[in-house]
């Protein structure tokens, strides 16, 4: 399909939406910090994931590439 000037594409359409309502009665701040450094500390799955696919580029073949970029979409 040809674009004329201006016009653009959607490929992906983003809905901000939850897929389970949540109703949250009181807040836990420790348990709060406990989840997100889980996910984004330094020993979190965002580092695990970055360290993977980071290592992949010094890999010697194709097939250990193939398997740090698995392992670190996976994480």
Known sequence: MALGK????DMWTYNKMLEHPINIKC???????????????PDGELAASLRYLSQRFGMPDQK????????????
């Open 27 to 41: 807040r836990d701040l420790r348990l709060a910090k406990n989840i997100i450094s889980q996910y984004g500390g």
């Open 64 to 75: 250990s590439k193939a398997v740090l970029n698995d392992i670190g979409t996976e994480e």
């Open 6 to 9: 201006g016009e653009l594409l």
